[in-house]
């Protein structure tokens, strides 16, 4: 289960953080986060994560969403960095139960993965998230604009434009013969 590659290597990028601030302003390791991400897999598309036990007994809205990320990256077939994300809170969480995050495979393509997930807490969804996952694009891949024209900078505009007002000074423009 926590063998697959793409979990292992962004575990391990969690791993090299030096300190994590908590939502109360504590410095805490990054065992907190780590403990937080490794969410348990009840099913190939369900996950379950904890929360932290905090004083104010609500979720931090932070956490849910990285749980979120973490289910829908868990069910990648092939590693892709997230390219978007898109979350929407319905209701508090509570800090005392597990999250359960239930994953569906939008899309899942050679470029380009999109995966929703609903984070539920006792039936009741807490948050659905959408994010996309795209291979990075190398400088050979298309172009689909053109490069912006070289033009003057602001500053030499302005010079521009002062020496053009001098030059026609005291002559009024629409006044002259017309042939």
Do not use: C
């Amino acid at each position: 289960e926590n063998g697959e590659p793409p979990y292992q290597e962004v575990m391990g990028k969690v791993a090299r953080a030096a300190v994590v601030a908590t939502p109360k302003g504590d410095i805490t390791t990054t065992s907190v986060l780590r403990e937080l991400l490794n969410l348990e897999r009840i099913d190939s598309l369900i996950f379950r994560g904890n929360t932290q036990k905090v004083s104010w007994k609500r979720v931090f809205g932070g956490q849910t969403i990285a749980q979120a990320l973490m289910a829908a990256f868990r069910t990648l077939e092939s590693t892709k960095p997230a390219h978007s994300l898109h979350a929407y809170f319905l209701r508090a969480g509570d800090a005392s139960k597990p999250i359960v995050f239930s994953v569906e495979k939008a899309r899942e393509g050679r470029s380009y993965s999109v995966r929703r997930v609903t984070a539920t807490q006792e039936g009741k969804t807490i948050l659905v998230l959408s994010a996309s996952f795209h291979i990075p694009e190398d400088e050979y891949a298309a172009v689909h604009q053109s490069r912006m024209p070289r033009v003057l900078s602001p500053q030499k505009s302005m010079e521009a434009g002062a020496n053009i007002q001098s030059e026609h000074n005291g002559r009024q423009l629409g006044k002259g013969k017309v042939r």
